[in-house]
């Protein structure tokens, strides 16, 4: 199993490069990185416009530029920022904490409400808790997420209004003065991260729990199910143990290859409770042409994503003895 | 099924002797539908998709129909400023005066205009990708199908935003920006269904009769897999619009003056509180596009997959 | 712990002097679908007595294991289950899930037809015969391994020991049949149903399953219900037969009166239908036609298109089994007394309609042999 990581990281690689290379070429030719400098009122001097090309390797072409980039990277440099003061390693490193424990929380949350809901509504198929369960996971598909986090936000607000004080924190992803001693720091963020976890949340749960429900559906009309029966266990023992177990299998796989849609979610959520994040920090890169911003948000992003989905991979050998890497 | 054989003897026709009812099936004997009146009946079984289906094609022509006979232009500035609803503005209008009823109406156009569109560029592109890749295996499989993988390891909204930056602005080429990484997914789809449809036998006997690849695939993989590529095409289109309006929202899709969905929310959500009617319209209407057909999508999966047998309690 | 409800021989509610462990009487199984009631089992009665083994005959769709499933209380959720089965005079339709439960495996246990998904392919074989055990008595860890390799034995699985951490994926289907064989014959149960235990696997391994049957049988003392679509398969091992027709039962009696004075025209088919080595010479007779719709049952006897014997009244009344040459042989025929001494061949046609492609087939077969 070792060997099949490895030579799975491996093959990530060349995917890596590629699409990294596609998407500087991409992120490149997108527009000027200088054009908030030249449009700027009065016009900055030529000086400024030349050192600012030459610190941005502009006077490089573009092939050698991606070359300085990739190479740069080894070096520990991601390269630089539209915005000279910006050293893109170390910020990104702070939004990447920040925005991580938002993804995986809400995945957690998630996966939990979608077993058990997709359980319950398959071994209680055509009942009124699975239409009710299927109504709502439906609805849950439909809602554009940012509108439903903007109302998850403003009831938010509602409520403290009609509290009178701050209960639920519906702006940033921590206190500006966080308070002292851990456990209360630990408490404020977790109150920041709330709303936009559930925001998040339920977006994944509702696919998901449609996807359990099928899954369980399939594996309690197989003939194993029905042995377990015969043999006497009770329902609730080959429910769990037979049908649970082997329900949860693709699941894994399923999750994997939300991740990079749940990263996107995240994007958004992210933009509605305005926290400084890996989302905040792309999309500020994308309006300011800030190639190497972006290339060092899709580097982290896919690099996140193909470890993510290779971490599935070893987990459903583990859960499935069929399947055996060598 | 039966009652259609009881006839009752028309006056005046010749007398008939012995039962007037007809012999029952004595047989086993499968009553000769059609494909596409099996179909039919299936999704017509499906009481929410039907419903769905009348919704949707209601408000699509009120966006079409009802948005060329309204009163007001989207663009249009009333003298009404920040107005709630009334029967002038049935949906109220902004700080500027702008109708919203108008507005959200073509907002529904452009919405839809673009999850079509990448809806039917995607399924085209991407089903002849994943069947290309799926029938011929080995290296032409793994080739194809890296590509896809690498588009699908992006998150999409973000590889949109940028691109959309670069080209974007107008409906079809952010239709396009979205197609052009979409494609990927259905590609997978597609390839699962090939490969799972190569492996039965009567793709072998095509083969053993001496079929040729063309032939195999234009004659047995595509009309086998057409039910699923249909189902996912139609899930797609709500997809889109999920995608679209997001994108809206963020700023990166349709600009002003034109509209969208996803622009108006993202323009109403600092006015919850004051003009909440700008908020809460274009929200619901694209709740109930994708909601819409997302259950014409389970009807048409009921109705489309045969091995699908339902017994309903 | 193990016997919660009181099921032991003395607390025998059964009427004294009778001898059936398994009494089925009128059960009637149908399913609602999208083209309206499927009656899949239409009144069907037998009775299983101590010790012996009961084939019941039928082609696929004939309700022979929808009737065993309904024993077994194991349908879905939308299947309508009337009449009765009475295990040792307990009643089991509409029991309680609790009740079945303590019943299913420790009393009547159950084979299925394919080896290769009646197992769960994530748990070790070990793990799925403990299990077993375990679910009836209360018995440690050890224990019910070591029953489990007790088990592995008396089927003849070679060394056990080690078989027990395979998973079912690492077994060829005959092995995994035996496994399945083994878990039923766990707790020693009174009855074991097999259905269709031969159907999926090769002819080669036909034979070992039937023995690994019959060892588990020796060992448990348990009746047996075999379930087939292959006379051949019931022949020599059946006590009595019971022979199933569009979810009637439309023979039975003894394996002896059933081979050897048919009393139905479709048991006279099924016979002819069979290959037997003691009349070389002869010709299969085929059946012609295919079994009725079973949504929108025609009234009459089912089998009237397809029997040669078929008279107007066939197509009206539905005739009851009914006693013939003894009182326990029972045929539903309008006309069984007809068939006294009749063979296969006088009744059926043994013509085959594609002449030119058994020609061909015979052709080849005699090229290659």
Redesign the interface.
């Known amino acids: 199993m070792l060997a099949f990581a490895v030579r799975r990281i491996a093959i990530s690689v060349p ?1 890596l490069l ?2 990294s290379f596609i ?1 500087f070429m ?2 490149s ?3 000027n990185p200088l054009n908030e400098l030249l449009f700027r009122n009065p016009p900055p001097p030529p000086q400024v416009i030349a050192l600012e090309t030459e610190r941005l390797r502009l006077d490089v072409p573009l092939l050698e530029r991606y070359w300085l980039w990739l190479s740069g990277l080894f070096a520990g440099d991601f390269g630089p920022s539209v915005q000279s003061n910006l050293d893109i390693g170390s910020e990104l490193a702070s939004r990447f904490l920040v925005t991580m424990r938002l993804i995986l929380v809400a995945m957690l949350v998630a996966l939990l409400l979608a077993v058990v809901v997709g359980v319950v509504s398959a071994v209680k ?2 009942s009124k808790t699975d239409y009710s369960a299927t109504f709502v996971g ?2 849950f ?7 439903f986090a ?2 998850l936000k ?1 009831w938010g ?1 509602e409520f403290n209004n009609a509290v009178g004080q701050q209960v639920i924190y519906t702006i940033g992803a921590s206190s500006v003065n966080p308070p002292d001693g851990f456990w209360s720091n630990v408490a404020d963020i977790a109150g920041h991260m709330v709303l936009p976890t559930i925001s998040l949340a339920l977006i994944s749960y509702a696919a998901w729990s449609r996807y359990q429900r099928a899954s369980m559906l399939e594996v309690m009309n ?3 199910i ?10 609730r023992r080959v429910m769990v ?2 049908g649970l ?2 329900a949860l ?1 693709p699941l894994t796989t399923v999750t994997a ?1 939300d991740l ?2 749940i ?3 995240a ?2 959520t992210e ?2 409770f305005q926290w400084r994040g890996m989302g905040d920090f ?2 500020n890169g ?2 300011t042409n800030d190639v190497y911003v ?1 290339m060092a ?2 580097l982290v ?2 690099t996140v ?2 470890l993510f ?1 290779l971490v599935a991979d070893l987990l459903y050998a583990v ?4 399947i055996r890497y060598v | 099924m039966s009652d259609e054989r009881t006839r009752v003897a028309e006056p005046g026709s010749a007398p008939t002797a012995g039962p007037s009812t007809p012999a029952p099936d004595r047989e086993f004997t499968v009553a000769e539908r059609s494909q596409f009146q099996l179909v039919l009946r299936r999704f017509r079984q499906h009481r929410l998709a039907v419903v769905s289906l009348g919704v949707l094609v209601a408000l699509v022509l009120l966006a079409y129909v009802g948005g060329a006979l309204w009163r007001h232009d989207f663009g249009e500035f009333t003298p009404d400023n920040s107005q709630p609803p009334s029967w002038e503005h049935p949906f109220g209008t902004d700080a500027q005066g702008k109708d919203q009823f108008a507005q959200v109406l073509r907002g529904t156009q452009i919405s839809l205009q673009i999850a079509v569109l990448v809806a039917l560029f995607s399924t085209v592109v991407g089903t002849v990708w994943g069947a290309v890749a799926g029938y011929f295996g080995g290296l032409v499989d793994t080739v194809m199908m890296r590509i896809s993988d690498l588009i699908l390891t992006l998150p999409l909204l973000v590889v949109a935003a940028m691109l959309a930056h670069r080209f974007g602005g107008s409906w079809w080429l952010i239709s396009l920006v979205i197609a052009g990484l979409y494609w990927a997914y259905v590609s997978r789809v597609s390839r699962g269904v090939v490969l799972s449809l190569r492996e039965k036998e009567f793709i072998e006997a095509a083969e053993a009769m001496g079929a040729g690849d063309v032939r195999i695939i234009l004659r047995h993989l595509v009309p086998n897999a057409l039910g699923s590529i249909i189902v996912n095409a139609t899930i797609l289109i709500a997809v889109a619009i999920l995608l679209e309006t997001a994108l809206s929202y963020l700023g990166f899709g349709v600009r002003p003056p034109d509209t969208s969905l996803g622009l108006l929310v993202s323009e109403a959500q600092t006015a919850l509180t004051t003009r909440p009617w700008l908020f809460y319209f274009p929200g619901l209407f694209i709740i109930l596009i994708a909601l819409t057909i997302n259950f014409i999508g389970d009807g048409l999966r009921d109705a489309l997959d045969p091995q699908q047998t339902k017994v309903r309690a | 712990m193990t016997e919660r409800i009181d099921l032991s021989p003395e607390a025998d509610s059964a009427p004294p002097g009778s001898d059936a462990v398994l009494e089925v009487s009128d059960l009637t199984v149908s399913f609602p679908t999208d083209d309206g009631l499927v009656q899949a089992v239409r009144g069907v009665s037998y009775r299983l007595n101590r010790g012996e083994v009961l084939g019941i005959v039928g082609e696929s769709g004939s309700g022979k294991s929808v009737t065993s499933l309904a024993v077994m209380g194991l349908l879905a959720g939308s299947a309508r289950v009337s009449g009765s089965v009475r295990f040792r005079g307990t009643e089991l339709v509409g029991a309680s899930d609790a009740e079945l439960t303590r019943i299913r495996g420790r009393h009547i246990s159950m084979i299925f037809q394919d080896p290769m998904t009646s197992l769960n392919p994530v748990y070790t074989v070990g793990y799925q015969i403990a299990e077993a055990v375990q679910a009836h008595k209360d018995v440690s860890k050890r224990d019910a391994r070591e029953r489990a390799i007790e088990l592995l034995e008396i089927v003849r699985i070679p060394s056990p020991e080690q078989r027990l951490d395979n998973y079912p994926h690492e077994l060829s289907g005959g092995m995994r049949q035996r496994i399945v064989i083994a878990i039923a014959m766990a707790n020693d149960p009174d009855v074991i149903i097999a259905d269709e235990p031969t159907t999926a696997l090769d002819v080669t391994v036909q034979a070992q399953i039937m023995e690994a049957l019959d060892l588990a049988r020796a060992a448990t003392g348990a009746a047996m219900v075999l379930i087939t679509h292959d006379l051949g398969v019931i022949a020599g091992q059946a006590d009595r037969v019971v022979v199933m027709y569009a979810g009637k039962l439309v023979e039975t009696g003894t394996a002896e009166d059933v081979f050897y004075a048919p009393r139905m025209p479709y048991t006279l088919g099924l016979l002819g239908s069979l290959p037997r080595l003691d009349r070389r010479t002869e010709r299969l007779t085929p059946i012609g036609g295919a079994p009725p719709s079973v949504v929108h049952m025609p009234p009459g006897c089912p089998f009237t298109p397809r029997c040669p014997l078929a008279q107007p009244v066939c197509e009206t009344e539905e005739p009851e089994p009914a006693p013939t040459t003894g009182p326990d042989h029972l045929a539903a025929c309008h006309f069984s007394e007809r068939l006294a001494g009749v063979e296969p061949a006088d009744l059926f046609a043994t013509h085959v309609t594609d002449e030119t492609a058994l020609a061909e087939f015979a052709r080849e077969t005699e090229k290659r042999s």
């Open positions: 995917i590629l699409s998407v991409l992120a030719l997108s527009g198929q055509y439906f609805l598909l439909a809602m554009p997420s940012f509108w903007i109302l403003q607000i197989s003939d194993y029905r042995l377990a029966r015969a043999k006497g266990l009770s329902r143990k037979h177990r082997n299998i290859l990079a849609a990263i996107s979610g994007v958004v933009t509605v792309v999309l994308i309006r972006v948000w899709l992003t896919a994503v193909i989905n859960l499935d003895p069929r």
